[in-house]
């Protein structure tokens, strides 16, 4: 069993960062491919962006202003968040797939953190 326990999360004023981690439990943790989401009230859950045997991939929304990264030997998996907006508000997950790469849709990922909490404020 694999669990995901994220961290980092807070309040912090528009532009302003945030580094969340994800640290993980379970065997061959080099081995998964990673990702983060997201979820506001009210909205779907939406991918951020993924990493795995293939490299790093983001969605639109936040390139060039997040990035995913992962310590195999601590199994830690981050996303460092920069130029923070009111809309970045939502809860942070990370999320795990222990063969392939996993896609953008939340059912393709096999195991969850809890979420932490990022509010933005204006």
């Known amino acids: 069993q694999v669990q995901l326990v994220e961290s980092g999360g807070g309040l912090v004023q528009t532009g302003g960062s945030l580094r969340l981690s994800c640290v993980t439990s379970?065997?061959?943790?080099?081995?998964?491919?990673m990702a983060w989401f997201r979820q506001a009230p009210g909205k779907e859950r939406e991918w951020l962006g993924m990493?795995?045997?293939?490299?790093?991939v983001y969605a639109n929304s936040v390139m060039g202003r997040f990035t995913i990264s992962r310590d195999n030997a601590k199994r830690t998996f981050d996303l460092q968040m920069n130029s923070l907006k009111p809309e970045d508000t939502a809860l942070y997950y990370c999320?795990?797939?222990?063969?392939?790469?996993?896609?953008?849709?939340?059912?393709?990922?096999?195991?969850w953190g809890q979420g932490t909490q990022v509010t933005v404020s204006s």
């Open positions: 990493i795995g045997l293939i490299g790093t």
């Open positions: 999320a795990a797939k222990s063969s392939g790469m996993g896609g953008s849709t939340a059912s393709e990922w096999d195991y």
């Open positions: 379970g065997r061959d943790f080099s081995t998964y491919a």
